[in-house]
Structure formats: C-alpha cells, structure tokens
C-alpha cells in the first residue's frame, strides 16, 4: 500500500485558487452555490492518461476517464455534466454521510441517549445517506499536493452537533490520491467530540464500456454471504450464503446473468466481503468490459459492499442499469444491529477507511 502524503488545510478554508496548477493538478471554477460561494473543479493526470475530476461540492468524484484496448478515452462513471445537475439532486460520485446506506427504526440509541434522525421517512422510520442535507450537500474546503509523484486532494468538512440528528461535532476528510500504477485511492478518516455514528462511502456509479448498460460487464468478487433484507430494505440480521443464488459472484460471470431473477429489480443488496481485514486495503471484486477490455480491481478495509446496479433509472439521462456502484462500508443498520461490526466512534479514536480503484486493461 502506498503511503498517502499527510495533507494540512487552512482553517479559513480553500488553499488553492483557481488560477493554481500542482504539477498535473489542475484547477477552476465549476460554478456557484445558490448562497454565491464559489465551486471548484480539480482534474488530476497520470502519465498513463487516466483522468479523474473532483470537486468540493459533496466532495464529489466527477469522472474517470481511461483508455480502452484501442487506446479510445472514455469516461467510466455516471457523470454531472454541470454543478447545476449536481445541485438538483442525486449523488453520483458524492461521497455519503455521516451514515451510507440506511438505518431504520427512525434513529438509534447510544450510551442510553435515543438520537432521533429527522430525515427518517415517516411511514417506514428509514433514514439514508445520512440525511436531507448529509456530506454530500456540503462545500467542503479544500487541501492539495504532491509528494514523489503522487498527487492528492483533500477535502475536509466539520459536521456540527446534532446535524441531521446525529450527535458529536465530527471531523472527516475524503483525500483522493491518483497514482502512475493507475490506482484511484480514496481514504477516509474521521475524528468525534462525542459518541456517534460514522460510515462514509464513495456513491460512484461505473460503466466501463462509456455508455449503454452494464449487463454484459463481467464481475468476480470474494463474498460468500449477502444481508437478508426486509420489505424495506432493511438487514433483518441474517447474512445467507450466495452459493447457488442469483447473488454468487465467486466465479466471473456477466451482471446481467441473473439480474432479472431479483425481486427487486436488480441488485441493491450489501455482500459480506471475505477474507476481511481492515488493515488492507485488500482486493475483493473485479469488473470487466469484455467489448472495451476495460477492467477494474476494487479494494477495501471495510466489511462490506453495497452493490447497487441502477435499477430505478429510466434512461434521462442514463439507461436501467446503466451503472454499478460499489459502495464500500459498514454494514447497513449497523446501530441498530448488534450482531454487526460497530460503526460507532468515541472520542479519541479514529475512523479511517481506503478504498481502491485499480485500472487496467484485458487483452
């Protein structure tokens, strides 16, 4: 694993302008917020051509772009084309928080205190992704740099207080590192004045082939066991074996293969990632475009994937299945499910999370 550089922001805010180059870190102004705070767009460059665009706003993965067999650029991610579409809603890219995924019962319980969560829908108690107004609806302010060739961007966000109900004052930064062995790593950490809960994750949709569905992509991933779900989406606390199931990805096989079979629509579902180890980063799933020879390895630290292939799109502006996320986390629900790896934070520990995209190319 790479040693990321440590990063320091100024307490006022942004460190760099946009008339600022950090080696191949380029940097501008994507737009403005509707309260007239500017947004800025970072674009990071590798010698190998891998192009990868972020922005302060919801600490937001834009694009990746890669090359294919023939040497063809394309962009692999469902992308805003503008901040105006990143402002009307959706997260594609952004980075979700304090919690990603769902907790139910409208809140939780910590120490004996009840926390209520006031996004929570009120006929299912279901909150998600932390919320109305969670990290991905934020600014966050801004750090950059290189060291030995590896350049960085740091976003860093204080959430207040019982914001979106959750307890603490919590500090978290999402710092994205793009490297020349064509790695994306995206480490997380996370510090609390007071118990709370954190789980933060990248929402990146991917599509290796530029466009179209994702049915014939080919993935493989080390899970044995997917979370039983309830009616609402919900771990009822079982985790089932894939073995023989439309969800067993042991051996590569196309996404579209059984996708159909699902209740649901398609895969939305959170997998048990094994072996597991959280001093990883360690590589769990690979996604291949057999058409383009795009490939993808994706690692983690956490227990957890949620894969999600866009069932609920309806092709303005991306097709049904037009991508697939792999959501790297705790597992959903995780206050309120003992039997769950914690996701809980005290004061004076640290959350750290990495998780990695490596890019490549099957010939």
Request: glycine share 12%; charged share 20%.
């Amino acid at each position: 694993m790479i040693s990321l550089p440590k990063i320091l922001a100024l307490a006022t805010g942004i460190l760099v302008t946009s008339a600022s180059v950090f080696a191949d870190m380029t940097v501008e102004t994507w737009g403005e917020l509707p309260d007239g705070r500017e947004v800025k767009l970072f674009t990071l460059t590798n010698k190998q051509g891998i192009r990868v665009r972020l922005s302060d706003y919801g600490a937001l993965l834009v694009s990746i772009e890669t090359m294919d067999r023939n040497g063809k650029l394309a962009d692999i991610t469902l992308s805003y084309k503008s901040l105006e579409e990143a402002l009307a809603g959706g997260v594609y890219g952004s980075v979700v928080g304090r919690f990603a995924n769902r907790i139910s019962g409208g809140g939780f319980t910590i120490d004996g205190t009840r926390y209520d969560l006031p996004s929570a829908n009120p006929k299912t108690g279901v909150a998600i992704h932390g919320g109305k107004t969670g990290f991905q609806r934020q600014l966050w302010s801004t750090a950059g740099t290189m060291v030995d060739s590896i350049e960085s961007i740091q976003f860093l966000l204080t959430s207040p207080d019982g914001h979106e109900g959750f307890p603490g004052t919590v500090n978290v930064s999402a710092t994205y590192t793009l490297t020349e062995s064509n790695e994306l790593i995206i480490e997380y950490t996370g510090e609390t004045d007071k118990a709370t809960h954190l789980n933060l994750t990248n929402h990146a949709y991917f599509n290796l082939a530029g466009g179209g569905d994702v049915l014939k992509h080919e993935l493989e991933m080390q899970a044995a066991g997917v979370l039983e779900l309830d009616e609402r989406k919900v771990p009822t606390g079982r985790i089932l074996p894939v073995a023989d199931t439309a969800f067993d990805f042991r051996t590569r096989k196309p996404v579209g293969r059984d996708i159909e079979s699902i209740e649901t629509g398609g895969y939305d579902h959170c997998f048990e990632i094994i072996p597991f180890s959280n001093l990883g980063p360690n590589q769990f799933a690979q996604l291949v475009d057999p058409e383009s020879g795009r490939t993808m390895d994706v690692h983690t630290t956490k227990p957890g994937v949620q894969i999600y292939t866009a069932n609920h799109f309806k092709g303005k502006p991306y097709p049904r299945w037009g991508g697939i996320c792999f959501e790297t986390q705790f597992y959903p629900d995780a206050p309120n499910q003992p039997g769950f790896d914690t996701s809980l934070l005290r004061p004076g520990e640290e959350y750290r999370h990495v998780t990695k995209f490596v890019f490549g190319i099957e010939y």
